[in-house]
């Protein structure tokens, strides 16, 4: 069991250095997709469906977002979104007020370190009108999560997820539900699943093949050392991280030119780059990887998982997508 997860306390001065801009070309076959057309796949949770719920996010102050969660029907209890996480997991808190059942021990695997932390039965945790039973969760520290728990890929796989930047939402959808939803969304691509994340290979970093990870648990994104040397870019500042075990990593920032997916080119985006065990656990320590982390997902309105099709949706700005639309067309005339 491992969590990738990490909370970079990174000063709002370094943060502001990033002037990040974006730019639409033709799609190729190497970014994804068949050339020109969106994929028919992908589902989206569908607003007209009503076992589709909406609920409101808080932001943290790493600007990450929570929801209130029920634990053995005592709460609520503020727990963070992480999509980089493969575990649900609780704090201290909930577990000396709640008084969980013991279930061994498990490694916990952050950005920065590997440590053995507690195991806790919990029988049922609910957000919303959505419930998840018989959960073996391990036990972090409030301080290091920023949060009373975290909200992990494991309680979210059963379900069609929808993160709205622009109105502060998450709908989920259960998979089983039928449903054809997939309108608004410029970018969609192919996911690989592994060790229970959903790997995005076919990203372009300054021109360089890169697996992504989404990771709204992370303020910024962060790249591992495969990826630094591929891009040969030497212009660095260090900073420094913690993680979920509350252990401290060193890293370098450096603003790289471009970041592709499938027809959108971010230009000028600040990474941060460290060598870290979570990308060692996913078996990509050799291989370029960046964890894309909530500082550049608000560069898109919506992104979607659709874990039953493996598939990850972006919804761009309208400027842009009328922009890719063009694109496209222009693109097939040829």
Same mark, same amino acid.
């Given at each position: 069991?491992?969590?990738?997860?990490?909370?970079?306390?990174?000063?709002?001065?370094?943060?502001?250095?990033?002037?990040?801009?974006?730019?639409?070309?033709?799609? *190729?076959?190497? =970014?994804?997709?068949?050339?020109? %057309?969106?994929?028919?796949?992908?589902?989206? @949770?569908?607003?007209?469906?009503? *076992?589709?719920?909406?609920?409101?996010?808080?932001?943290?102050?790493?600007?990450?977002?929570?929801?209130?969660?029920?634990?053995?029907?005592?709460?609520?209890?503020?727990?963070?979104?992480?999509?980089?996480?493969?575990?649900?997991?609780?704090?201290?808190? $909930?577990?000396? #007020? !709640?008084?969980?059942?013991?279930?061994?021990?498990?490694?916990? /695997?952050?950005?920065?370190?590997?440590?053995?932390?507690?195991? /806790? &039965? +919990? %029988?049922?945790?609910?957000?919303?009108? =959505?419930?998840?039973?018989?959960?073996?969760?391990?036990?972090?520290?409030?301080?290091?999560?920023?949060?009373?728990?975290?909200?992990?890929?494991?309680?979210?796989?059963?379900? #069609? +997820? !929808?993160?709205?930047?622009?109105?502060?939402?998450?709908?989920?959808?259960?998979?089983?539900?039928?449903?054809?939803? #997939?309108?608004?969304?410029? $970018?969609?691509?192919?996911?690989?699943?592994?060790?229970?994340?959903?790997?995005?290979?076919?990203?372009? +970093?300054?021109?360089?093949?890169?697996?992504? $990870?989404?990771?709204?648990?992370?303020?910024?994104?962060?790249?591992?050392?495969?990826?630094?040397?591929?891009?040969?870019?030497?212009?660095?500042?260090?900073?420094? *991280?913690?993680?979920?075990?509350?252990?401290?990593?060193?890293?370098?920032?450096? *603003?790289?030119?471009?970041?592709?997916? &499938?027809?959108?080119?971010?230009?000028? +985006?600040?990474?941060?780059?460290?060598?870290?065990?979570?990308?060692?656990?996913?078996?990509?320590?050799?291989?370029?990887?960046?964890?894309?982390?909530?500082?550049? !997902?608000?560069?898109?309105?919506?992104?979607?998982?659709?874990?039953?099709?493996?598939?990850?949706?972006?919804?761009? @700005? #309208?400027?842009?997508?009328?922009?890719?639309?063009?694109?496209?067309?222009?693109?097939?005339?040829?």
């Amino acid at each position: 069991m491992s969590l990738l997860s990490a909370l970079p306390a990174i000063s709002a001065s370094l943060l502001a250095s990033s002037a990040a801009s974006i730019a639409v070309e033709p799609p *190729t076959s190497a =970014q994804g997709l068949e050339i020109g %057309a969106l994929d028919t796949g992908a589902i989206a @949770p569908d607003f007209a469906d009503p *076992t589709t719920e909406i609920l409101e996010l808080e932001q943290d102050r790493a600007r990450r977002y929570t929801v209130p969660v029920m634990v053995e029907g005592q709460g609520p209890f503020d727990f963070m979104i992480d999509t980089g996480s493969q575990a649900t997991a609780v704090t201290s808190i $909930i577990n000396n #007020r !709640l008084g969980l059942t013991p279930s061994g021990t498990a490694t916990v /695997v952050g950005m920065a370190s590997r440590r053995d932390v507690d195991l /806790v &039965e +919990v %029988a049922e945790m609910s957000f919303g009108e =959505q419930t998840i039973y018989d959960l073996i969760s391990p036990v972090l520290e409030a301080e290091n999560v920023g949060a009373h728990g975290i909200l992990g890929l494991d309680s979210l796989q059963d379900y #069609r +997820v !929808l993160l709205d930047f622009r109105e502060e939402t998450i709908a989920v959808q259960d998979i089983s539900s039928k449903s054809d939803y #997939r309108k608004g969304f410029e $970018i969609v691509v192919r996911a690989n699943p592994q060790f229970g994340q959903l790997l995005i290979t076919d990203a372009l +970093v300054e021109g360089v093949r890169t697996t992504i $990870i989404i990771d709204t648990g992370a303020q910024t994104s962060i790249g591992n050392l495969a990826l630094r040397e591929r891009i040969r870019n030497k212009r660095a500042q260090e900073v420094v *991280t913690t993680d979920v075990n509350g252990v401290s990593m060193t890293g370098q920032m450096q *603003t790289v030119r471009s970041l592709k997916l &499938e027809g959108l080119e971010v230009s000028n +985006v600040a990474l941060t780059f460290a060598d870290t065990p979570a990308f060692e656990v996913l078996g990509l320590k050799d291989k370029p990887v960046l964890a894309l982390g909530m500082q550049h !997902l608000r560069i898109f309105d919506r992104v979607a998982i659709d874990f039953a099709e493996q598939r990850v949706l972006f919804d761009v @700005p #309208r400027d842009v997508a009328r922009a890719m639309r063009r694109s496209r067309q222009g693109y097939r005339r040829y």
